[in-house]
């Protein structure tokens, strides 16, 4: 499953290329205000390249969900305890056992108002799971905004370890009067 989740994440890589060749993003118009194409756009590769991506991210979400309930499988088997009153959960049942537990990432601004501040993260959390970025798989800051650039609009699922405990939170990064698309800065540990 591991190896159906690189290559579908390479693949969505290689048609963002396209779109950044083009000078256009998953929203941005193709055509002019007058309705016509814009001629420094291949609309029908960009087309076909949003269309692409889009596919893929569903893919990408079922493979993650599978992943997921394999390592749920295999953490619970495994016999991994946790001490459910160091948990506090927001969306996630309690019973669902820790997989992840070191940082590889802090939070070190939210700007009021923004994506982040709604979402709940306060200044000097540690990321411990930032969507499909873990500490086992984080090379580098540009995982995270990966994960964000095609999360858009949808939520992105955060395990965070404030002090001692571990919270979860949903992040839905989007567009909003302040910079980028989450509104807080992240620096890998």
């Known amino acids: 499953m591991m190896k159906q989740k690189d290559k579908i994440e390479d693949e969505i890589k290689q048609l963002t290329q396209i779109l950044t ?27 076909h390249a949003r269309h692409g991506i889009i596919c893929l991210q569903n893919d990408h979400k079922a493979i993650m969900k599978q992943i997921e309930n394999g390592l749920q499988g295999y953490y619970s088997s495994a016999g991994a305890q946790v001490n459910v009153q160091d948990i506090e959960m927001k969306s996630e049942p309690a019973s669902r056992p820790v997989a992840h537990e070191t940082p590889f990432a802090k939070v ?32 580098n800051i540009t995982d995270i905004a990966f994960v964000v650039q095609h999360s858009e609009g949808a939520p992105v699922n955060l395990k965070l370890k404030r002090v001692e405990r571990f919270v979860t939170a949903q992040l839905v990064p989007r567009r909003w009067q302040g910079k980028g698309l989450l509104g807080c800065n992240i620096e890998a540990l």
Do not use: C, H
């Not at 060749?21 to 087309?47: A, C, H, K, W």
């Not at 993260?121 to 499909?132: M, T």
């Open 21 to 47: 060749m083009n000078g256009v993003g998953m929203n941005d118009p193709l055509v002019d205000t007058e309705g016509f194409p814009i001629n420094s756009i291949d609309v029908y590769q960009v087309r």
């Open 108 to 139: 070190t601004l939210v700007t009021p108002g923004s994506p982040a501040e709604f979402a709940g993260l306060r200044e000097g959390d540690g990321i411990v799971e930032f969507g499909s970025v873990n500490f086992t798989n984080f090379k």
